[in-house]
């Protein structure tokens, strides 16, 4: 496979109408080397680097989960051009580099400073203008690795996470599908370690949960984010709002707590899907704002990006591209819908007022319904490419098997800029179960537009108890226009989770319950 590289290379770059700016300068070409992990493992890597004189800035990739270092050509070949060593690698256990996966464990980390150590003894890169970049795996790679080598000045994290736990078991419900697609990927592609198989053995088993979280902690730049900050890297994080891998909410949460400079963008699309076409050298927003971060931070060119807002929104349904001077100025306001009495005629109750008490509307979880999140990296991909997001007829949701309120037609515009939570009351059959949560843009012929959805579980708790549950859904950006109206759908099954509902359970909801949406 590296012997037909220079190939690939060519028939990639073509394909995707790759050409140089006409400012670029002349690089070294790729080549092709093994660097000596510190336990002796040998990691696959290329390197490309400008051809003009002296030091120059460097920029490391570790690869996607999955993937190897191919994934970086043509922007590692873009980068060199524009005066950058770059140094592409792929982590140990996958593809042809030895050893076993790590999971962005002590080892990848260790891994880390290694590939700079060599990266500084064996090119052009000048020490004291290092970054990381990367995607997925190798974000998180990055953004962990700069609270452990204080030589990393700057870091581009793309579709990465802060907080492995939140993506395994957020809302205390296990993700399906995603860890499916990871765990598909390793067995194929990977060399995985005792550690690693016994940790998924006990998640898909639901054991060990401690075991499994302490497992996921250990991999989360946010366990480190006091060391980020003693070191004060300059932190780009860029994230799809449907990311079904790492969903965007934890980022919020990390990218406030950081003491550096940093920026957050988020954009329409699932897991990878904002900076695809970058990955094949295509005009892409998320790379251009990389370029800009790095010529900032490690070329120290005047481009001004440090003095703009640092929080950018693309929205869901178009528009101008919106900043804010942190997160907390998405929103101006939160509104609370009470969900109302349940129609027994219809089945639905009214979104919207003051909480009532005095009711109740039992659901049962037999089935599912069609109100869904639909299917990894598909779905919200697609909503990218084509502004159509996953969609569901109201009408058609089992009344029996959820729980659905719908609000007024909107006067007005309904800007939502935040994170929304849904406060549910209501007394289950079973010790443990789940909700998922579903927020709908509904048009005039009761065809819902899914904004947003999440799911939250209570476990071991009291059968028969009346208890409240609150679920946070993954922060958005979205304008429900004049004419349409908000829904609210709980039910208990997804694709995309491992909910933990019985065969016979239900819940009866009564009591104060309400949605809180952020608008602006």
């Keep these: 496979m590296r012997r037909s590289l220079p190939l690939f290379t060519v028939v990639v770059l073509a394909l995707f109408g790759w050409a140089a700016p006409a400012h670029a300068g002349t690089t070294t070409g790729f080549r092709f080397v093994d660097i000596a992990a510190p336990d002796g493992v040998v990691l696959k890597a290329n390197v490309i680097e400008p051809t003009s004189p002296g030091r120059h800035p460097a920029i490391v990739f570790p690869s996607s989960w999955g993937l190897n270092d191919l994934e970086y050509l043509a922007q590692a070949s873009a980068l060199a051009q524009g005066g950058y060593t770059v140094v592409s690698y792929t982590p140990r256990g996958w593809w042809t580099s030895g050893g076993e996966v790590d999971t962005a464990g002590p080892k990848d980390i260790a891994d880390v400073s290694r590939v700079l150590d060599w990266t500084v003894a064996n090119t052009t890169a000048d020490a004291s203008r290092l970054g990381m970049a990367g995607v997925s795996y ?82 989360s730049a946010g366990t480190y984010l006091s060391a980020i900050n003693a070191s004060r890297p300059a932190i780009l994080m860029a994230n799809g709002y449907g990311d079904s891998i790492f969903p965007p909410n934890q980022l919020t949460d990390f990218f406030t707590g950081l003491a550096g400079p940093k920026r957050l963008e988020f954009a329409p699309g699932d897991h990878a899907i904002p900076e695809l076409t970058g990955l094949a050298g295509l005009d892409n927003h998320v790379w251009t704002s990389v370029r800009r971060w790095m010529d900032r931070y490690l070329q120290g060119a005047a481009n001004g990006i440090d003095a703009e807002p640092p929080v950018v929104l693309r929205s869901m349904t178009g528009g101008a591209v919106e900043s804010y001077p942190n997160w907390a100025a998405v929103n101006t306001t939160t509104t609370r819908y009470g969900l109302g009495e349940v129609s027994w005629l219809t089945g639905t109750g009214r ?4 909480p009532s008490t005095g009711w109740s509307r039992r659901t049962w979880f037999t089935v599912d319904t069609v109100a869904c999140g639909g299917v990894i990296l598909l779905s919200n991909g697609l909503q990218a490419l084509t502004g159509i997001p996953p969609t569901a ?42 909700l998922v949560a579903y927020l709908y843009d509904v048009d005039w012929a009761g065809t819902g537009r899914l904004i947003t959805q999440a799911p939250g579980s209570w476990l071991n708790g009291t059968a028969g108890a009346a208890r409240t549950l609150d679920i946070k859904l993954p922060a958005t950006s979205w304008d429900v226009p004049a004419g349409h109206h908000l829904a609210l759908v709980l039910d208990g099954h997804d694709g995309y989770y491992l909910d933990e509902n019985g065969a016979l359970g239900s819940v009866l909801f009564s009591g104060q319950s309400w949605l809180d949406l952020p608008v602006r």
């Design 138 to 219: 190798g974000a998180g790679i990055s953004l962990i690795a700069s609270g452990h080598d204080s030589r990393i000045r700057a870091v581009a994290a793309l579709s990465g996470w802060s907080d492995l736990v939140a993506s395994l078991y957020g809302g205390d419900t296990r993700r399906l599908q995603s860890t499916a697609l990871l765990v598909g990927a390793a067995a194929l592609l990977a060399d995985t370690s005792d550690e690693f198989d016994t940790v998924i053995g006990d998640f898909y088993a639901n054991r060990n949960i401690d075991g499994v979280k302490s497992f996921a902690r250990a991999r």
């Design 351 to 354: 979104l919207g007022g003051t």
């Design 393 to 434: 007829w109201l009408p058609a949701v089992d009344r029996n098997a959820a729980g659905v309120w719908q609000a007024d037609d909107a006067s007005s515009t309904i800007r939502i800029r935040g994170t929304a939570t849904v406060h549910a009351r209501f007394t289950p059959t079973e010790r443990s179960g789940t």
